[in-house]
């Protein structure tokens, strides 16, 4: 049983999500989602539209993810690991070069950066929609 671990927030689920996703589960037979938290994100300087426990269902209705588990911080990532027996942890290429995957991770499992979806991104869809951050409405 192949099992791979991916990251991340997830908001406004779109396509570019769900092809990560897709292919993260091609590259085993397990997918874990480590999905940031609320108070993650906000350290994140992110502000989720959606909050953890609706993102969550929606990652859970997915038939390519089979567990749902929060992402608290950035140093949980080789606990993780250890403690979920990943072989492989998957993030988009804009993770390609960052020390909080590559070092973090380095000799603990393989680390594979897919291509991104180009053309869609959770801010581009609040700014064509014009959705008031939390914090306006
Ligand atoms: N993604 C993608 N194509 C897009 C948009 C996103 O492949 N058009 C990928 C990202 O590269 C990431 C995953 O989908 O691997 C989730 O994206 P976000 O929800 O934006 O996650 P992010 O804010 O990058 O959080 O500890 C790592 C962070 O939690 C990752």
Same mark, same amino acid.
């Given at each position: 049983?192949?099992?791979? $671990?991916?990251?991340? =927030?997830?908001?406004?689920? %779109?396509?570019? %999500?769900?092809? !990560? $996703?897709?292919?993260?589960? +091609? $590259?085993?037979?397990?997918?874990?989602?480590? !999905?940031? =938290?609320?108070?993650? #994100?906000?350290? *994140?300087? &992110?502000?989720?539209? %959606? #909050?953890?426990? @609706?993102?969550? *269902?929606?990652?859970?209705?997915?038939?390519?993810?089979? $567990?749902?588990?929060?992402?608290? #911080?950035?140093?949980? &990532?080789?606990?993780?690991?250890?403690?979920?027996?990943?072989?492989? @942890? @998957?993030?988009?290429?804009?993770?390609? +070069?960052?020390?909080?995957? =590559?070092?973090? !991770?380095?000799?603990?499992?393989?680390?594979?950066?897919?291509?991104?979806?180009?053309?869609?991104?959770?801010?581009?869809? &609040?700014?064509?929609? &014009?959705?008031?951050?939390?914090?306006? @409405?």
């Amino acid at each position: 049983m192949r099992r791979v $671990l991916t990251y991340g =927030t997830f908001d406004l689920l %779109h396509y570019g %999500h769900i092809e !990560l $996703l897709r292919r993260a589960r +091609a $590259l085993g037979d397990y997918l874990i989602v480590a !999905l940031s =938290t609320d108070e993650f #994100n906000a350290g *994140k300087g &992110k502000s989720a539209y %959606h #909050n953890f426990e @609706v993102r969550r *269902k929606m990652l859970e209705a997915i038939r390519y993810v089979d $567990l749902v588990i929060p992402e608290l #911080n950035w140093e949980q &990532k080789a606990d993780d690991v250890r403690r979920y027996e990943v072989d492989v @942890v @998957v993030m988009g290429s804009d993770w390609q +070069a960052d020390e909080r995957f =590559t070092a973090a !991770l380095q000799g603990l499992c393989e680390l594979t950066f897919l291509p991104r979806t180009p053309g869609v991104s959770t801010s581009e869809i &609040k700014s064509r929609l &014009k959705l008031p951050e939390p914090d306006e @409405v």
